[in-house]
Antibody, heavy 122, light 110 residues
Framework: QVQLQESGPGLVKPSGTLSLTCAVSGGSISSSNWWSWVRQPPGKGLEWIGE???????NYNPSLKSRVTISVDKSKNQFSLKLSSVTAADTAVYYC???????????????WGQGTLVTVSS | SYVLTQPPSVSVAPGKTARITCGGNNIGSKSVHWYQQKPGQAPVLVIY???DRPSGIPERFSGSNSGNTATLTISRVEAGDEADYYCQVWDSSSDHPGWVFGGGTKLTVL
């Protein structure tokens, strides 16, 4: 059974950089899946941050693209998120997820991590 | 950028049918996925590719997609169905392809 586990600081100072890692178990980061980050501010909806393939190919949400970097570490079977110049508006539960293919080009989110709350505050 | 519009809330009595809509420009040409999220939990896929159900999801959950509206239908609603529901599509129409989520609909079982 595939499991994803987010880890990283729960508190980040304004103007700092948010860094999270998603450890993958029960499956390989090098499989034919995309790997995503999604966030959810308290009491609000889901927002896609970006995704990465094991080759290093990425897609980012245009509204966050200038501040986001997603990377993959195949040796550790994990992928990571960095979000720079954070403000209080970046306070959210951050989820990592695996995208599973259902046809030649279609994917859906088949597995999610439990989520981790990151608060931006001084 | 592509926008998905969901009603903020839907209420339904137990045993009745709930319909949650997801509006988007020509959404019928896209594949729509639906997720259920209960408080304090990660989302769970309940419908993919407009109308397919993952294993373990009751047949009471169904989906459709045509024109400018996709619909998640929950038949014989139970108290345990009370949750937030999100629609999702992949938008490849712009210079920056990516995932788009609807704003979410809170389903209340009366």
């Amino acid at each position: 059974q595939v499991q994803l586990q987010e880890s990283g600081p729960g508190l980040v100072k304004p103007s700092g950089t948010l860094s999270l890692t998603c450890a993958v178990s029960g499956g390989s980061i090098s499989s034919s899946n995309w790997w995503s980050w999604v966030r959810q501010p308290p009491g609000k909806g889901l927002e896609w941050i970006g995704e990465i393939y094991h080759s290093g190919s990425t897609n980012y949400n245009p509204s966050l693209k200038s501040r986001v970097t997603i990377s993959v570490d195949k040796s550790k079977n994990q992928f990571s998120l960095k979000l720079s110049s954070v403000t209080a508006a970046d306070t959210a539960v951050y989820y990592c997820a695996r995208e599973d293919r259902y046809d030649s080009s279609g994917y859906y989110y088949g597995y999610w991590g439990q989520g981790t709350l990151v608060t931006v505050s001084s | 950028s592509y926008v998905l519009t969901q009603p903020p809330s839907v209420s339904v009595a137990p045993g009745k049918t709930a319909r949650i809509t997801c509006g988007g420009n020509n959404i019928g040409s896209k594949s729509v996925h639906w997720y259920q999220q209960k408080p304090g939990q990660a989302p769970v896929l309940v419908i993919y590719y407009d109308s397919d159900r993952p294993s373990g999801i009751p047949e009471r959950f169904s989906g459709s997609n045509s024109g400018n509206t996709a619909t998640l239908t929950i038949s014989r609603v139970e108290a345990g169905d009370e949750a937030d529901y999100y629609c999702q599509v992949w938008d490849s129409s712009s210079d920056h392809p990516g995932w788009v989520f609807g704003g979410g609909t809170k389903l209340t079982v009366l």
